[in-house]
């Protein structure tokens, strides 16, 4: 048998489906040594699927999987990473009580006997080795999105698997952070490693892959080598089937009446943040992860309670906005977590789209399901979330179609204040665009907060730019002010103050 590291995979003619839904079509490809293929499609194409058949996780309904010339079957994981195969999920797969190390290594044979001080100096070497800044003894419920990324990635270099797969692996990271992650990948193909990346960022595609895969609706329909590509613009073509530009039409607007107000709130990891908001109008908070964003959001939405005085919603002091607000025209907040916080995943999508509009169903003490299904059924079709089926459950969604479905709900209560934490991440190029087109049209009744690590998004959507670092709000100015804008990766490393 050929050495795994040496070797190519094949898989010829994959097919998976679930129940009625066909998530994988007859799909053949190639991953081959010291390469990175790049696989692309839009959200519920099944690209996340078709990696997790690869990676044990999920069994092929037909098909098979080829190392070298030996035919494979991994009926789990473990038997996928005993041939080398490793893989970061686009939704983590860590142990909330456990510590960073002990994560790292969970699972691994002998490692029970070593002592924690052990565990946490090699993980320690291997995330400097890395460049990644993050504390091996930090419980993971303690770390932002960003930092958990980072400890699932640490997870797989551990493992020294010689077939890597990313499944949109910069998607909560700076782009300092991913530029570090690059130069890792490119160690590793130097190194004979084959790796998948799976990312909706056309340009990252453009500069790392070697070849591209495309599916749409579960099939390859396209397969081309980087060089033969002339832009990301011609490579969203091929994509979606149709020319997409992720522009949008940012009209001034007068700003009205203040929907959110900080003035020196101080707690957990923020130090003395004041922030003023208004309707028609919205604010992009950027920042490196873990520098406060997440206390700063969760004090907002209710999820901690801040110190009294510190925070007025709608006019109206925290305790008594909670106290007393409605299911509609309030606060809609679409999180970051959107699998464990925005959803619940073993309920169908009726019954997640009802888990905060349903003050608009009820009839006395009566729950008006139809009345919820039609007008869920109608958001459906208006967000194009795949599969188009109510009963389906949220686990059973792409991350990409889930986020719609959340954005769908949160939009249909007719917000004034919406916080909305990283909202096109995972999605494609087309979802982003509805999704930037949405956030613009709602801040006509809304003001948004606008969390997120993308700056480009950030510099497209608002109207003014916050950036946080070590917890304080460092500056916060107008989008025009381009001086400013220049100096934001300064703010974001705490250069520039």
Known sequence: MEQPGLAQIRLEKISKSFGDVQANKDVSLSIVPGKVLALLGENGAGKSTLMSILAGQLQPTSGAIYIGKTKTVF??????????????????????????????????????????????????????KYNMQIDPAAKIRELSMGEKQQVEILKLLHRKSNFLIFDEPTAVLTPAEAQTLFATMRLMVKEGKSIVFISHKLEEVMAVADSIAIL??????????????????????????RQVLLEVDRQPMEPRQIVLKIERLSEKRLKSVDLELRQGEILG???????GQKPLVESVCGLHKPPKGTVKILGLEWRKFFRSRTWNLALSYIPEDRQGLATC????????????TRGG??????????????KAEYLINEFDIRPPNLDALAWQLSGGNLQKMVLAREFYRRPRLIVAEQPTQGLDISAAEDVW??????????GILLVTGDLSEAL????RIGVMFGGRLVDCFSRNDQDKVAAIPGMMAGLEV
């Not at 169903?361 to 039609?374: D, I, N, S």
């Not at 087109?437 to 809304?446: C, D, M, T």
């Not at 497209?460 to 109207?463: F, G, I, N, V």
């Open 285 to 291: 908070l950027v920042g490196v992860a873990g520098n």
């Open 437 to 446: 087109n949405l956030l613009l049209k709602a801040r006509e009744q809304a």
């Open 216 to 241: 749409r609706r579960g099939e390859v329909i396209d397969q081309v080598s980087t060089s033969e590509v002339s832009s990301t613009v011609e490579l969203a073509e091929r994509m979606v089937g």
């Open 75 to 128: 009926g789990s994981t473990e038997q996928a990473i005993m041939a080398g195969i490793g893989m970061v999920y686009q939704h983590f797969k860590l142990v909330e009580a456990m510590t960073v190390a002990e994560n790292v290594f969970l699972g691994q044979k002998g490692s029970f006997f070593l002592k924690a001080a052990a565990v946490q100096q090699q993980v320690r070497e291997l995330a400097e």
């Open 345 to 356: 995943q073993g309920l169908d999508l009726l019954d997640n789209f009802l888990l905060t």
């Open 460 to 463: 497209a959507l608002s109207d």
């Open 361 to 374: 169903f009820t009839k006395g003490p009566w729950l008006q399901k139809e009345a919820a299904r039609m």
